[in-house]
């Protein structure tokens, strides 16, 4: 029988021991990076909640945008990232996300301009 906690009830002790070893990959990996994974987030994925939530996507054309990581609601589950969400903005929403991908583009290509 397969037993699944209810939302949110995850024993904080099993989130850290499940946390623990991907933060020590991420800082092999990138050095001393911060970041942060939350509760949620582990829970979304390793009990496949399904949950929608806010992560740092590439988008591939979700909200006219692509080649680019943008923060966007997401659906997590067991396979990681399933779907971007597409929320409909208006006008003034759509104006700031289009400024801040736009900001975001300009690090990017600045950044690649700075290793060439």
Known sequence: MTRTLPPGTMPE??????????????????GNAVFAVDDETVESILLDRKR?????????????????FVGVPAVLGRGGLERVFEIQLTPDERAAFDRSAGAVRELVEGLARLSS
């Open 13 to 30: 002790a099993a989130t850290d021991a499940l946390i623990a070893p991907v933060e020590t990959e991420v800082r092999a990996r990138l």
């Open 52 to 68: 929608v939530l806010p992560c740092a996507v590439l988008l591939q054309g979700e909200f006219g945008i692509n080649d680019l």
